[in-house]
């Protein structure tokens, strides 16, 4: 039977996030987008949700952010930085035990094709955010060369598989109902990179468990699916991602 994906992640965050120490930088584009997205400034409060190992936090150039580092996996959880300034919280997706109007931002980078039932994350973050807050998500494109390489080659090659649910061309109007405005919706193609192929081979099978795959057949995936391009790293590997940025609307006041 296919596991959950909270029951996948909790298998496969140690290797996720040997990854993620292998190649600290490999993602700094993507990361570093969804920063420029967030626009944060001192004092404010930054839910990352999932955050993986809070791996956030090192591409954010501004002093003094309270960071809620929010997982589901105790692995994850244990490797996001703690200090005066973070926490880190055991939590599924959809159940977010958080105070109403906490959140001055709040990011999800990655995650949502996990989830199914997206309405609901949406409505608690909705929920979760100060009116003046907002909410951006990172995802991947339906028909995307990114989701044909994670539900065919990581499905493949994954002995968990891998069944991502990714933004439709609906994704708009699927919110309608959610009193959520949408300021921005951009589609940003970027690199991951990296100073070697056996180096970018590695981050691969561990990212993404692909424990069936031979070297050369992790190769040959990221030729025939994603491609190399021209960045500034030795080895440079096509990625992108969908950037929603949401705020909660404006409530209309009439004069009595
Ligand atoms: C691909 S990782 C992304 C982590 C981090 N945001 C990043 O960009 O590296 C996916 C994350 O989603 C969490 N996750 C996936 N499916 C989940 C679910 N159904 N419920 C709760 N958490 C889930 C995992 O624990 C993992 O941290």
């Given at each position: 039977m296919f596991d959950s994906y909270e029951d996948i992640f909790k298998k496969r965050a140690r290797r996720y996030h040997q990854a993620m120490e292998l190649c600290p930088l490999a993602r700094a584009t993507e990361f570093s987008l969804a920063v420029q997205y967030l626009n944060i400034k001192s004092n404010m409060t930054l839910f990352d949700i999932p955050s993986g190992g809070g791996y956030l936090k090192k591409f954010?150039?501004?002093?003094?952010v309270n960071y809620i580092f929010v997982e589901s996996s105790d692995d994850f959880a244990s490797h996001c930085p703690v200090n005066d300034h973070s926490c880190t919280l055991l939590s599924g997706l959809t159940e977010l035990p958080f105070a109403s109007h906490s959140a001055d931002r709040i990011l999800s980078l990655a995650a949502l094709h996990h989830v199914e039932n997206k309405q609901k994350f949406f409505r608690q973050c909705l929920d979760l955010l100060k009116t003046d807050g907002f909410l951006v998500v990172g995802d991947v494109d339906e028909e995307s060369k990114m989701a044909e390489f994670l539900n065919i080659f990581v499905n493949k090659y994954n002995s968990m598989g891998h069944e991502g649910l990714f933004f439709t061309k609906n994704i708009e109007a699927s919110l309608k109902d959610i009193s959520l405005e949408v300021v921005s919706n951009e589609y940003k193609p970027f690199f991951w990179e990296f100073d070697s192929i056996q180096k970018a081979i590695h981050f691969f099978r561990d990212l993404f468990g692909l424990d069936l795959a031979t070297d050369k057949e992790i190769f040959s995936g990221i030729e025939e699916y994603l491609g190399f391009g021209d960045g500034a790293s030795l080895v440079s590997i096509n990625w992108g991602l969908r950037y929603l940025c949401l705020q909660p609307e404006k409530q209309v006041q009439f004069n009595e």
């Open positions: 954010v150039p501004v002093e003094k």
